[in-house]
């Protein structure tokens, strides 16, 4: 809500490269730097589309390398609170600047062909920047040890950890695992993508920050309609973190920060009439047990929403819909919050929570905030409680249930 309002719906992310020198001859004498704006969006094809414009600009080779430059946040490369055991799971992914594939690998396994076989391992996109230990195996009819797909993170290695057992007739299994020094990971991506494109890059890819005087020569632009829309159907963390640290740099602040970015939404919300004093938040996303929310402020800030009226449409139609998609699209099915509710969940450990807007049997729309927490059964219990909450709320009516009125 507060990037709406003080970045402003067409706003864009940007991740440029800079030369710190001219080519001579196609052959650049110096370094190209891949800095960051926090777009939380990028992907390899991203950086195959900044490689292009990189040869467009005649250049063949580059004596020196490329750098990830990552000046515009802090070095906090997480939330504050954040559980350390939370790493190398995609949800808590390192903080940056210069993020590319939600700062992760996507490991694909499958079982050998007979009994006692490895299992098959693929990590995507393939790159020198992570490595395999495959231990895990085959096995015929019972799986004595659990497969497990991790990284050797207490080391701060890019290794990738299969281990346990998997059945000859199992289904492929996938896992996102985060990366250590995901800028990093970024920059040598793109350093693999100007080689596939014929442009000899002389170093290995490392970190640093472009001299004042380097000069653009590619850049990428995201915007902020389609980040929010994948923060919040799908529970993005690392959207919600670079988004608000992002916002630390809106007073022209650099490098911006966690704290920065809190600083601009309590100036937003208390424009909402909300008492800032009343709440503690810690980070972007909710991952932190440093959080500590009322659902009436969640209440206060979706109806204040609803007078933004240049802005609260992106916002409504960036939650995810019951039984649609994102994070509720199994649930609320066959009910009248079927393709009605649309709501932000919220989960951690002991804790779950379902808040947005719903429209009742006579069409008025409702605003409404539910928090389950300390309780130590599945989460599945609770929300499912949310869920008949939720479709008494699409059914009720003020008017009595003769007819439904005509939207």
């Not at 994102?326 to 932000?344: I, Q, V, Y």
């Amino acid at each position: 809500s507060t990037a709406l309002r003080i970045l402003g719906k067409d706003y864009k992310f940007k991740t440029s490269v800079l030369a710190d020198s001219s080519a001579n001859a196609s052959v650049l004498n110096g370094n190209l730097y891949l800095k960051g704006f926090g777009n939380p969006d990028l992907i390899t094809s991203d950086l195959d589309t900044l490689a292009a414009q990189v040869q467009a600009n005649g250049i063949r080779a580059i004596e020196g390398g490329v750098f990830a430059d990552v000046s515009f946040f802090d070095d906090l490369y997480w939330g504050y609170g954040w559980n350390w055991d939370d790493e190398p799971y995609s949800y808590a992914a390192f903080i940056s600047p210069l993020a590319v594939n939600d700062n992760c690998v996507t490991v694909s396994v499958t079982p050998g062909q007979s009994a006692g076989d490895s299992v098959n391992v693929v990590v995507d996109p393939q790159t020198s920047y992570v490595s395999v230990l495959n231990n895990a195996s085959t096995v015929r009819d019972t799986v004595m040890r659990p497969l497990n797909v991790t990284r050797l993170f207490k080391d701060r290695l890019n290794t990738v950890l299969v281990e346990g057992e998997m059945l000859t007739s199992a289904k492929p299994v996938g896992r996102q695992i985060s990366v250590w020094k995901p800028e990093l990971y970024a920059a040598t991506l793109f350093t693999d993508a100007l080689r596939r494109r014929g442009i000899a890059v002389d170093k290995a890819a490392s970190i640093g920050t472009a001299p004042v005087s380097a000069r653009e020569i590619a850049a990428h632009f995201q915007g902020l309609d389609s980040t929010l829309i994948n923060l919040n159907k799908v529970s993005d963390n690392l959207s919600a973190e670079l988004i608000l640290k992002t916002l630390g740099t809106t007073n022209g602040t650099t490098p911006g920060s966690a704290q920065g970015g809190v600083y601009a939404v309590h100036r937003f919300l208390s424009t909402l009439g909300i008492d800032t004093t009343k709440f503690i938040m810690a980070d972007g996303s909710g991952l932190s047990f440093y959080d500590l929310l009322t659902t009436g402020m969640i209440v206060q800030l979706l109806e204040g929403m609803t007078r933004q009226e240049d802005i609260f449409p992106l916002f409504y139609q960036s939650l995810p819909i019951a039984g649609v998609d994102g994070t509720l699209r199994s649930r609320m099915k066959r009910t009248p919050a079927e393709g009605n509710l649309r709501a932000k969940t919220g989960t951690i450990s002991g804790v779950s929570s379902l808040s947005g807007y719903v429209q009742t049997f006579d069409g008025e729309l409702i605003v409404f905030s539910m928090t389950m927490q300390n309780f130590i059964y599945p989460t599945r219990l609770y929300q499912r409680a949310q869920d008949k909450i939720g479709a008494l709320l699409a059914g009720f009516s003020r008017i009595g249930r003769t007819s439904k009125p005509q939207p």
